[in-house]
């Protein structure tokens, strides 16, 4: 009954107190926060965000760490201006909600980010990273996207595109040991489906003991059994961007 009642298990976590240090600009017709790092560089990420939406501090905070880290980082509105999920929305809606929000039918807005960072930042190597829903997006854009380099799908919802494996470009899957939407059985299927299908390097990794949104909606100084994880995931994360872009 419990998974009936909270079909998503993406309850707030630790909402960092983090006001962010780039600008929210106007990207075609929606809304981005943007983040640049001191020096020029022609390398981006595109960061798509979970079901709270592209105004969450946890999310902006995650950009800021890819601009010091020498990217040009994007977190656009990928839901269009509709309302992000709240957590004190009512979970019996939340099926409802989410059928409006598709992470597959993020290719329109991604076009007019690729089309902003190329002109307006100089970008050309542009890579993209998603949680949870922004997870699956991520698969979505890698099966289909020819102007990406790599991706990162964190949490990614399997279920969404459980049936494609073809993937275009590198892609690396994290996922926590003790996620309760997104069960091992299915990270193993995903394994063994990308091994019979997929062309180009992936990498699956479950991370000990986590649970769903470690890597962004977890604070590393609560609990210290969590911290390295939570780290370990962050520069998983930077170094599989750093290899492909």
């Given at each position: 009954m ?9 309850d ?234």
């Amino acid at each position: 009954m419990a998974n009936e009642s909270r079909p998503c298990p993406c309850d707030i976590g630790d909402q960092f107190d983090y006001g962010g240090r780039g600008q929210e600009v106007q990207v075609g017709h929606i809304k981005a926060y943007v983040c640049k790092p001191s020096a020029s560089t022609d390398k981006a990420v595109i960061v798509i965000h979970d079901i709270f939406g592209w105004q969450l501090p946890n999310t902006r905070y995650i950009a800021d760490m890819l601009a010091t880290n020498g990217y040009i980082a994007i977190c656009p509105d990928f839901f269009v201006g509709q309302e992000a999920w709240k957590p004190s929305n009512d979970w019996a809606t939340f099926d409802d909600w989410v059928k409006t929000r598709d992470a597959g039918k993020t290719d329109k807005e991604v076009d007019v980010v690729l089309k902003y960072l190329k002109d307006q930042c100089g970008a050309k190597k542009i890579g993209v990273i998603g949680f949870c829903w922004g997870g699956a997006a991520v698969q979505h854009l890698m099966l289909k996207n020819p102007h990406l380099k790599t991706g990162v799908s964190l949490y990614g919802v399997i279920s969404r595109f459980e049936d494609k494996h073809s993937l275009l470009h590198p892609t690396f899957f994290i996922f926590g040991e003790k996620d309760n939407i997104i069960p091992l059985e299915q990270v193993t299927m995903l394994e063994q489906k990308l091994k019979q299908n997929c062309k180009v390097d992936y990498e699956v990794k479950i991370y000990p003991g986590q649970t769903h949104g470690f890597v962004h909606r977890k604070r590393e100084d609560i609990n210290p059994q969590d911290k390295p994880y939570i780290e370990e995931g962050r520069k998983d994360m930077i170094n599989w961007l750093n290899k492909y872009i």
